[in-house]
Nanobody, 117 residues
Framework: QVQLVESGGGLEQAGGSLRLSCAAS????????MAWYRQAPGKQRELVAA???????NYADSVKGRFTISRDNAKNTVYLQMNSLKLEDTAVYYC???????????WGQGTQVTVSS
């Protein structure tokens, strides 16, 4: 059974930092491209950051220079370091794992991040 378990969310003041973790079980992380998405109330889920199994990264324009995605395949864990948090970063953050061959797509249950002024 595949599980992606996010942790590290919470309440933080604007300008502060949080580090999200996504611990995977039931899959071999190194075979998968990983990503963080977020969904704010009333808005569609959007891609925040992605990292391929080869280590290439991609970021939404809104978080470039502030967020960093990384992976530790030995620990089967992906991270999202979030610095200089803004009010608009408030959302539920979801971990995603994708594999092309065979095609697989997995989601975590999400972790709430709330940024206050």
């Amino acid at each position: 059974q595949v599980q992606l378990v996010e942790s590290g969310g919470g309440l933080e003041q604007a300008g502060g930092s949080l580090r999200l973790s996504c611990a995977a079980s039931g899959i071999i992380l190194s075979f998968h491209d990983m990503a963080w998405y977020r969904q704010a109330p009333g808005k569609q889920r959007e891609l925040v950051a992605a990292i391929t199994n080869g280590g290439n990264t991609n970021y939404a324009d809104s978080v470039k220079g502030r967020f960093t995605i990384s992976r530790d395949n030995a620990k089967n864990t992906v991270y999202l370091q979030m610095n200089s948090l803004k009010l608009e970063d408030t959302a539920v953050y979801y971990c995603n794992a994708q594999r092309r061959l065979p095609m697989r797509n997995y989601w975590g249950q999400g972790t709430q991040v709330t940024v206050s002024s």
